[in-house]
Each structure stands twice: as structure tokens, then as C-alpha cells.
């Protein structure tokens, strides 16, 4: 069964960095197009990252590009966002997902989220 546990969220303060974490069960993320998405209160579920099964290819939501980086880690079996120069707009409950139809249309599997809030 595909299990997906988020980890690395907090309140930090605008322009600071946070990395948030995604460990995948029950599946390889290198057989697997993955993607992170957000939800900000009253606001509807929203992508911000995806990578390819490859890794050789990567997406972005205008608002974060030039600001956050997805990555993983075969050998743990883990998906990243790198997140640098957070802005208050950044606050949601950060969730990953598989498996992606590229370049952003969720797949069935989510995790339980992750809260960032970026605030002074």
C-alpha cells in the first residue's frame, strides 16, 4: 500500500528558508512522477513542484520559480522542497503526491500535509 508522511514544517519568518521532506512507502520515486501542492486557508488545493520518474525533468508554479527546488533522494526514498526566500503568501498545508500525470495533475496517493506559515 502507498504511504506518504510529510515532515519539516514550521513558522519561520519571511525571506528565511525551510526544506520539507516526503518519505514514499509502498513504491520507488524513481518509477514514480511526484509533485508537491499546497492549500492556504479558504483557498483551493494549488501545485507548486513536480518531478519527473527520471528526475530529468522538473515543473514550478510561476509563484514559487526562482524560489523553491524539488529534489529527491533514491537511496532514502524521499521528495524534497527546498524552499528559500519563504513570503508570507507561502503559508498552506504543504502536501505531496503520486503518482503525477506530468506536468501537474494529481495522482490518487496524498500524504497527511505538512503546516509552513510564514509570518513576522
Known amino acids: 500500500q502507498v504511504q506518504l508522511v510529510e515532515s519539516g514544517g514550521g513558522w519561520v519568518q519571511p525571506g528565511t528558508s525551510l526544506r520539507l521532506s516526503c518519505a514514499l512507502s509502498?513504491?520507488?520515486?524513481?518509477?514514480?512522477?511526484m509533485g508537491w501542492f499546497r492549500q492556504a486557508p479558504g483557498k483551493d488545493r494549488e501545485f507548486v513542484a513536480a518531478?519527473?520518474?527520471?528526475?530529468?525533468?522538473?515543473y514550478y508554479a510561476d509563484s514559487v520559480k526562482g524560489r523553491f527546488t524539488i529534489a529527491r533522494d533514491i537511496a532514502k526514498n524521499t521528495l524534497f522542497l527546498e524552499m528559500n526566500t519563504l513570503k508570507p503568501e507561502d503559508t498552506a498545508v504543504y502536501y505531496c503526491?503520486?503518482?503525477?500525470?506530468?506536468?501537474?495533475?494529481?495522482?490518487?496517493?496524498w500524504g497527511q500535509g505538512t503546516q509552513v506559515t510564514v509570518s513576522s
Open positions: 503526491n503520486v503518482p503525477l500525470s506530468l506536468p501537474q495533475r494529481p495522482g490518487p496517493y
Open positions: 518531478i519527473s520518474w527520471s528526475g530529468t525533468h522538473t
Open positions: 509502498g513504491g520507488t520515486i524513481d518509477n514514480n512522477n
